[in-house]
């Protein structure tokens, strides 16, 4: 069984910070990428950013400069740094996970976490 379990989402006043954590966690060989989206009421669902196990980040123009995405490989975290938030970036986060989980599994299978929800507004 594979958890992803995110956390740190709230109310926050314009132009204010969030933090949002996610860990993984149960039978776990390896995490190749990992990321955080979004999903806002009558929206499809978005990517925010997303991180691979080695290399550059991607990260969404709507948020470039004001989000920034991080991992902690030895713990299976990801987190989501944001800055200066708007209203528009209110939305239900979810973050998710490209896992093997055994050594001898034939691939990477994509995880989700529930979702925390992020309020942006005065």
């Known amino acids: 069984q594979v958890q992803l379990v995110e956390s740190g989402g709230g109310l926050v006043q314009p132009g204010g910070s969030l933090r949002l954590s996610c860990e993984a966690s149960g039978s776990i060989f390896r995490i190749s990428s990992m990321g955080w989206y979004r999903q806002a009421p009558g929206n499809q669902r978005e990517l925010v950013a997303a991180i691979p196990s080695g290399g550059s980040t991607n990260v969404a123009d709507s948020v470039k400069g004001r989000f920034t995405i991080s991992r902690d490989n030895a713990k299976n975290t990801v987190y989501l740094q944001m800055s200066s938030l708007k209203p528009e970036d209110t939305a239900t986060y979810y973050c998710?996970?490209?896992?093997?989980?055994?050594?001898?599994?034939?691939?990477?299978?994509?995880?989700w976490g529930q979702g925390t929800q992020v309020t942006v507004s005065s």
């Open positions: 998710n996970a490209n896992i093997k989980r055994y050594i001898y599994s034939s691939g990477y299978v994509t995880y």
